[in-house]
């Protein structure tokens, strides 16, 4: 008799959406996944990859059994070991490291899942036991979330739902049609009401398609841009002077800076009309509600924590934050009242501090000799939740130091990713269909639960058990290692989770998602977490950091130049989400291949026509692809559409091979599209 089960769940992915699913199991199969009708923020509709996550956890390259190295490293030669025997060595090769330095030991993760226990919780807890040298995550988010957090106290904004009541939407940085549906669903509605949407993008993407209005500024001049509506705001007096004086700091100093920032001058650094400021500071100064949906695209420059900054001053200018449907829109994470300490138990360091490195320079990382002020050299990295090799900013040097025969690496993951072909030993990791984990999310203000739907396909296993099973083998090599804190099942960290919070995991087990308890203009009244309890203009702590306590415009560390003059930003392909997904055939299909978009002018000068192939090139690289004159790309600026594995590139690259390690103004984040390239027709491939 055929068995049918309907099982709740959450998408783990690095998305604001954070949908709720409902998966469909025939006989133990997993036949389908679709969005959950009941939660609200998914309403039954999932992304066009995620909609394909069976092809994903079925598909015939998944690693299934741990495998070991038998080739070079990277070139992704492995035979099949059992798991005793992969734990064994691996616990063997990470004790004798831990015995002369614990901290030549570095755990590298980000969000290949974002739950809480497959993510955050018995890893965090086995190299704190270790000792091991701390990560610094600021791969995709920090300089915004700093940035976000000396202006407003932490990751705190609108809820997502009323942006389908506002009258006003600038959507900055962000191509929600692709990386932010389910707001883009609100924005529809607001728009069938009335409202107007404006697109502040250097991409013609397809959100800025469906858009009002499209300002396709410079990459790097959103700062200059925000302080321009400020002075057009100041002068024209649209102000909520009584909002000003009760629920802001620094604003004399801010009116200050922003009255150096005329229209023209502005216009003139973002390669925007001086009209189309004027133009955009009316609509929002004389609008409401009017509301910013900002999204991390534009923080990946040198400047990017002032830009967020300088974009998160605008809402209190106008007293936006009065209504409910005004306001801005970053992250709402910080609302999340998840207990991650009682996760991942810090306490396990003791009296340690061990140093801390940045996953953005991995690179450097990775080929530092050691020394006193950097310390040991890095012998060990266990990989998971991450893919560095194709991710990591000047991949050249990322992939040169994965290659180093005395670097014992292991990767916990589904694939053979450019890092896992590098790796000692590749363990096969559960999928979201397999394993229990809990979520929160950035884009909305729920708590999800993710029930397994289906049993671990082959040997598989989920995060949190391996390194409950790594735990077991150090506590039997050194007594000291107390194994007694990785007995909480995956179950129990679920629940460890919310333990003692206003969710009641009964209701998650029983609909599979929560609501966190939050007002609905969280700063109608100021209240704002900061020390002052008023929104920051001017924060003196960021002096103690070395950085401007006024939000400026910082100029892009790679301008054009005669050598490299094009301007190259590098947001996700539509059908990808980072590295995720670039095997998945349908998925890959619909992308086709490695493009660079271009402008009819750039192309022409260089005689490249649509579709022919290229080499984009700087001082640290070369990337080859093909050129898409579709209309999308501004003149002066070229789009490297990502983020494809560096397997799947013609010469072994993908766009992260021209991309540098240099560093965010605020938040020690990298600078993807901060980057200048040339490029040129490329002789036709063997």
């Not at 998945?584 to 271009?598: D, G, N, Q, Y």
Request: proline fraction near 6%.
């Amino acid at each position: 008799m055929t068995h049918i089960a309907q099982v709740r769940g959450a998408c783990p992915h690095d998305c604001p959406d954070t949908c709720a699913l409902v998966t469909t199991v025939v006989d133990g199969t997993a036949i389908k996944v679709q969005g959950n009708q009941e939660h609200a923020h998914t309403g039954g509709v999932l992304c066009a990859k995620v909609s394909k996550y069976t092809e994903r956890t079925y598909h015939a390259e998944r690693v299934l059994q741990p495998l070991r190295r038998v080739g070079p490293k990277g070139s992704g030669r492995f035979e099949p070991v059992s798991w005793e025997q992969a734990l064994d060595d691996i616990a063997a090769r990470l004790h004798a490291i831990a015995q002369r330095d614990p901290e030549a030991i570095l755990p590298y993760s980000y969000a290949g899942t974002m739950g809480m226990v497959q993510g955050e919780s018995m890893d965090r807890r086995f190299f704190h036991q270790l000792g091991a040298s701390l990560l610094d995550r600021t791969i995709c988010a920090s300089a915004g979330s700093e940035a976000l957090a000396a202006t407003y106290g932490g990751k705190l904004g609108m809820r997502v739902e009323f942006f389908a009541e506002s009258r006003l939407i600038l959507i900055w940085g962000s191509n929600s049609i692709a990386s932010n549906l389910h707001f883009w669903r609100y924005a529809q509605e607001a728009k069938r009401q009335g409202a107007k949407l404006v697109c502040i993008d250097p991409r013609k993407s397809e959100t800025a398609d469906k858009c009002h209005e499209h300002l396709q500024l410079l990459p790097g001049t959103d700062a200059a841009l925000a302080l321009a509506l400020m002075h057009e705001l100041i002068v024209n007096d649209w102000l909520d002077h009584d909002y000003l004086a009760q629920h802001t700091q620094g604003w004399d100093a801010l009116k200050a800076r922003a009255l150096q920032w005329p229209p023209e001058r502005a216009a003139q650094v973002c390669g925007l009309e001086a009209e189309q400021i004027r133009r955009l500071a009316r609509d929002y100064g004389t609008t409401k509600p009017a509301a910013i949906r900002l999204n991390y695209g534009m923080q990946r420059v040198r400047g990017g924590g002032n830009a967020v900054r300088a974009i998160a001053c605008l809402p209190a200018l106008v007293g936006a934050w009065r209504e409910r449907a005004g306001g801005l829109l970053l992250s709402s994470s910080g609302a999340s009242p998840f207990k991650r300490a009682a996760l991942q138990m810090p306490q396990l360091l003791g009296p340690r501090r061990p140093r801390t490195l940045n996953m953005s320079t991995i690179g450097d990382v990775l080929l530092h000799q050691g020394d006193a002020a950097f310390g040991p050299r890095v012998e060990a990295v266990v990989v998971y939740n991450s893919n560095p090799v194709a991710v990591a900013p000047e991949s050249a040097k990322v992939a040169a130091g994965f290659a180093r025969e005395d670097l014992f690496t292991v990767v916990l993951d589904h694939f053979l990713t450019d890092t896992a072909d590098h790796a000692d030993y590749v363990l096969p990791a559960t999928t979201q269909l397999e394993h229990w984990d809990i979520h929160g999310s950035y884009g909305h203000t729920d708590v999800l639960l993710n029930r397994p739907a289906i049993a671990p396909q082959g040997q598989a296993r989920s995060n949190a058990q391996i390194f409950r099973d790594l735990a077991a083998r150090m506590a039997s090599l050194d007594p000291a290692f107390a194994a007694a804190h990785f007995q909480d099942s995956d179950e129990a960290l679920c629940r460890m989770a919310v333990a003692d919070t206003a969710i009641d995991f009964e209701e998650l087990l029983q609909q599979g998602f929560a609501h966190i308890p939050l007002p609905e203009a969280p700063f109608a009244a100021g209240g704002f977490a900061t020390p002052s309890g008023k929104c920051e203009f001017d924060n003196p702590a960021l002096a103690r950091l070395g950085i401007n306590t006024l939000p400026d415009h910082v100029p892009n560390y790679e301008a054009p130049t005669t050598e490299f003059p094009l301007a190259m930003i590098s947001p996700p392909a539509r059908n990808f989400l980072n590295s995720t997904f670039a095997n998945v055939a349908s998925l890959a299909r619909m992308e086709e291949r490695p493009l660079l978009e271009l402008h009819p002018d750039d192309a022409a000068a260089r005689g490249i026509a649509d579709g022919d192939r290229l080499r984009v090139f700087n001082a640290r690289g070369e990337h080859v692809c093909h050129a898409a004159i579709n209309g999308r790309a501004r003149a002066g600026v070229v789009v490297g559409l990502g983020l494809w594995w560096r397997k799947h590139g013609e010469n072994g690259t993908n766009v992260n091979e021209l991309t540098h390690q240099q560093l965010s103004d605020i938040g020690r984040a990298p600078c993807f599209y901060d980057c200048a390239v040339q490029v040129a027709k490329a002789e036709i491939a063997a």
